[in-house]
T-cell receptor, first 116, second 113 residues
Framework: SAVISQKPSRDICQRGTSLTIQCQVD?????MFWYRQQPGQSLTLIAT???????TYESGFVIDKFPISRPNLTFSTLTVSNMSPEDSSIYLC?????WGEGYEQYFGPGTRLTVT | AQSVAQPEDQVNVAEGNPLTVKCTYS??????LFWYVQYPNRGLQFLLKYITGDNLVKGSYGFEAEFNKSQTSFHLKKPSALVSDSALYFCAVRGGATNKLIFGTGTLLAVQP
């Protein structure tokens, strides 16, 4: 298994500002992901955080709006830039732990962001 | 493209009764299937998974799920529901050549005492 922590757990921010969310894992993992869960909705994959290279973004998400860093195998950050109220969501870090042909994917506790 | 459907927004069951939360999927190739639970104001917790092997998989908190390839389903079940099982349940699938885990829309399970 993997234990994931996120900082901050929640924040209230003004529109036009930026917030950086940190994700720390207790073991080295190859795959790290960032998800968004908008109020009352399911999880949507924002991007895969690649160690040592640029993140891979899903359709509808761009690096200018959601820059991601992955300096090593246990840490990643997601920045929500130039925020608007539509960015109010829970942002979740996720890691994949693989073995043989199988794997499990774990999620952090999430960062609840409210943009006013 | 891979997709997951959870046809029920909410499932209501009385405590002590069996529960089923439905999930169907569409992927190319062999699917990897998962169930997660989300309690209020908490992150997602892993419940169980199907990769290969027995079609009936057992997971945490007494939950189990049955993989049915012909019906492309992976329904979550529990023989006797508890009030504390009340939460939001998500089915997820990974299939084909992609590394992405795609989530269903979630089903709210409400267990009445």
């Amino acid at each position: 298994s993997a234990v994931i922590s996120q900082k901050p757990s929640r924040d209230i921010c003004q529109r036009g500002t930026s917030l950086t969310i940190q994700c720390q894992v207790d073991s080295q993992v190859t795959m790290m992901f960032w998800y968004r869960q908008q109020p009352g909705q399911s999880l949507t994959l924002i991007a895969t955080a690649n160690q040592g290279s640029e993140a891979t973004y899903e359709s509808g998400f761009v690096i200018d709006k959601f820059p991601i860093s992955r300096p090593n195998l246990t840490f990643s950050t997601l920045t929500v830039s130039n925020m608007s109220p539509e960015d109010s969501s829970i942002y979740l870090c996720s890691v994949r732990v693989e073995w043989g042909e199988g794997y499990e994917q774990y999620f952090g506790p999430g960062t609840r962001l409210t943009v006013t | 493209a891979q997709s997951v459907a959870q046809p029920e927004d909410q499932v209501n069951v009385a405590e002590g009764n069996p529960l089923t939360v439905k999930c169907t999927y569409s992927v190319s190739g062999n699917p990897y299937l998962f169930w997660y639970v989300q309690y209020p104001n908490r992150g997602l917790q892993f419940l169980l998974k199907y990769i290969t092997g027995d079609n009936l998989v057992k997971g945490s908190y007494g939950f189990e799920a049955e993989f049915n390839k012909s019906q492309t389903s992976f329904h979550l079940k529990k023989p006797s529901a508890l009030v504390s099982d009340s939460a939001l349940y998500f089915c997820a699938v990974r299939g084909g050549a992609t590394n992405k885990l795609i989530f269903g829309t979630g089903t709210l399970l409400a267990v009445q005492p």
